[in-house]
């Protein structure tokens, strides 16, 4: 019988005032029997809107079945016959922007808790089910990948099953890219991305870390050297800055080097291990985000007693999700809508000390209808801090674009693609994920990456 129930089934969670000082996850999982009710929500749609609104196009109502009757084995192996990474994308994908936000249930109630689901099914499989063995019949050609963040692993592993040999060139020391070095451990156990990674390893990806597409090889190097094809999925790596007086202070850090000394040297293991950030007592996170959120919320774990979020626009206009925005809260960052950055303030020895702001106000709306913020004369005051940390996007490294000639970028650094191959201008190259959108969800990017990797077969097939 279904369970017509108006809300999700709760997920338990860490109680606020104890997980603001540990690393440890925040949302603690369903068990069996809470993940069998949950499923027993969904109505089975004849048109199934959840998929639609999923970019990797999982049969969801078919997973949701089978966990309804207790067989999550059965369940992973659909789960993973579209998504080759369901425990990470149970626990970081905007379910309420995509397959929940189709929900029919969602319409006179909560949506069906499809993501708590994923989330579910993927870690019982990795606790209770055995190994399968792996035969797959190779073709002979090589593809080359760049990057291997969601896009790049995605794009691996889709290609691998199809019976190419496939390499991925990682930049930094860990696979991952921003699955490791960008979302912190309380959001996404470093352990847990390995053990996905490693899935896809089995399957034959090869992955050589501490190459940089660009300078240790070229994308026509690589070609040279046999591969037929080439996916570039470098991210977005490059910060953007605000450009106002005493960006340079010691103790400023871009959201993106804040966030990777933590992951990649394990600040996560604070106060086990020294951090190797300093923080302070008072931190101001300049962005509202969900890099922001993640930046405040790992600044208060490192020992900062007054965090800070300041963001030009109201609290309506966050771009964080609204999950990340309720968690912060409760974990006591306190939030400056409507203030703006004028300068970061410091002392002789050139660290920081302080930020001057100044308070907003909307104004009239523009041609999109959205209304802007406009400073409030002679509102500026000071917040003391002593670390700031700016969060308003990142965009493509240009490595990869000035050193392969043919390659279209916009103006604004992304890679240019045919939207339906995700080939570029320059033959047999193709890209996806924060290379070509900017600063994305991980979930977008693996369906691009996806959606690439059949192109790529389709037209290596049919040499």
Same mark, same amino acid.
């Given at each position: 019988?279904?369970?017509?129930?108006l809300?999700? *089934?709760?997920?338990?969670?860490?109680a606020?005032?104890?997980?603001?000082?540990?690393?440890?996850?925040?949302?603690?999982?369903?068990?069996?029997?809470?993940?069998?009710?949950?499923?027993?929500?969904?109505l089975n749609?004849?048109?199934?809107?959840?998929v639609q609104?999923?970019?990797?196009?999982?049969?969801?109502?078919?997973?949701?079945?089978?966990?309804?009757?207790?067989?999550?084995?059965?369940?992973?192996?659909?789960?993973?016959?579209?998504?080759?990474?369901?425990?990470?994308?149970?626990?970081?994908c905007?379910?309420?922007?995509?397959?929940?936000?189709?929900?029919?249930?969602?319409?006179?109630?909560?949506?069906?808790?499809?993501?708590?689901?994923?989330?579910?099914v993927?870690?019982?499989h990795?606790?209770?089910?055995?190994?399968k063995?792996?035969?797959?019949?190779?073709?002979?050609?090589?593809?080359?990948?760049?990057?291997?963040?969601?896009?790049?692993?995605?794009?691996?592993?889709?290609l691998?099953?199809?019976?190419?040999?496939?390499?991925?060139?990682e930049?930094?020391?860990?696979?991952?890219?921003?699955?490791?070095?960008?979302?912190p451990?309380?959001r996404?156990?470093?352990?847990?991305?390995?053990?996905?990674?490693?899935?896809v390893?089995?399957?034959?990806?090869?992955?050589e870390?501490?190459?940089i597409?660009?300078?240790? *090889?070229?994308?026509?190097?690589? $070609?040279?050297?046999?591969?037929?094809a080439?996916?570039?999925?470098?991210?977005?790596g490059?910060?953007?800055?605000?450009n106002?007086?005493?960006?340079?202070?010691?103790?400023?850090?871009s959201?993106?080097?804040?966030?990777?000394?933590?992951?990649? $040297?394990?600040g996560?293991?604070?106060?086990n291990?020294?951090?190797?950030?300093?923080?302070?007592?008072n931190?101001?996170?300049?962005?509202?985000?969900n890099?922001?959120?993640?930046?405040?919320?790992?600044?208060?774990?490192?020992?900062?007693e007054?965090?800070?979020?300041?963001?030009?626009r109201?609290?309506?206009?966050a771009?964080?999700?609204?999950?990340?925005?309720?968690?912060?809260?409760e974990?006591?960052?306190?939030?400056?809508?409507?203030?703006?950055?004028?300068?970061?303030?410091?002392?002789?020895a050139?660290?920081?000390t302080?930020m001057? *702001?100044?308070?907003?106000?909307?104004?009239?709306?523009?041609?999109?209808?959205?209304?802007?913020?406009?400073?409030?004369a002679?509102?500026n005051?000071?917040?003391?801090?002593?670390?700031?940390i700016?969060?308003?996007?990142?965009?493509?490294?240009p490595?990869?674009?000035?050193?392969?000639?043919?390659?279209?970028?916009?103006?604004?650094?992304?890679?240019?693609?045919?939207?339906?191959?995700?080939?570029?201008?320059?033959?047999?190259?193709?890209?996806?994920?924060?290379?070509?959108?900017?600063?994305?969800?991980?979930i977008?990017? $693996?369906?691009?990456?996806?959606?690439?990797?059949?192109?790529?077969?389709?037209?290596?097939?049919a040499?």
């Open positions: 019988m279904a369970n017509m129930s809300k999700k *089934v709760p997920m338990p969670e860490q606020p005032d104890v997980r603001n000082k540990n690393f440890k996850e925040v949302a603690l999982g369903y068990t069996a029997e809470m993940a069998m009710e949950e499923a027993g929500r969904c749609c004849k048109h199934k809107p959840c609104g999923c970019p990797v196009n999982v049969p969801i109502p078919e997973f949701i079945a089978k966990v309804a009757e207790g067989d999550f084995e059965a369940a992973y192996e659909i789960i993973t016959s579209e998504n080759a990474l369901p425990a990470i994308c149970g626990r970081v905007p379910q309420e922007n995509q397959c929940e936000g189709k929900c029919v249930r969602g319409i006179k109630g909560e949506p069906v808790g499809i993501g708590r689901m994923e989330r579910f993927a870690d019982w990795m606790a209770n089910a055995a190994e063995a792996i035969n797959i019949e190779k073709n002979g050609k090589k593809v080359a990948v760049v990057g291997c963040g969601p896009a790049g692993i995605t794009c691996a592993g889709e691998i099953k199809k019976g190419y040999d496939v390499t991925v060139f930049a930094l020391h860990k696979p991952g890219g921003v699955l490791v070095y960008g979302i451990e309380f996404l156990p470093k352990a847990l991305v390995a053990k996905e990674i490693e899935s390893e089995k399957l034959g990806v090869k992955i870390t501490n190459v597409v660009g300078r240790s *090889v070229t994308i026509d190097e690589l $070609m040279e050297d046999g591969y037929e080439v996916f570039v999925g470098s991210g977005a490059l910060p953007r800055f605000l106002i007086p005493g960006e340079n202070l010691l103790g400023v850090y959201a993106n080097e804040f966030l990777t000394r933590v992951n990649l $040297m394990k996560y293991d604070f106060p291990a020294p951090t190797p950030v300093k923080v302070g007592k931190v101001a996170v300049v962005g509202a985000g890099v922001a959120m993640d930046a405040a919320r790992t600044a208060k774990r490192l020992g900062a007054n965090v800070y979020i300041v963001y030009r109201s609290e309506e206009e771009p964080a999700r609204l999950e990340e925005l309720h968690h912060a809260k974990e006591g960052i306190i939030f400056k809508f409507l203030n703006n950055p004028a300068a970061v303030l410091g002392n002789d050139g660290w920081v302080g001057e *702001v100044v308070k907003q106000e909307l104004g009239e709306p523009d041609a999109s209808g959205r209304r802007s913020p406009v400073p409030v002679g509102s005051y000071v917040i003391d801090v002593d670390t700031v700016i969060a308003i996007g990142q965009s493509p490294n490595l990869i674009r000035q050193t392969t000639p043919g390659l279209e970028t916009q103006r604004w650094g992304g890679i240019i693609v045919e939207e339906e191959t995700m080939e570029t201008s320059k033959p047999c190259v193709y890209a996806g994920g924060d290379t070509v959108t900017g600063a994305a969800t991980v977008l990017a $693996m369906g691009a990456g996806k959606k690439a990797a059949a192109a790529i077969d389709a037209k290596l097939s040499k």
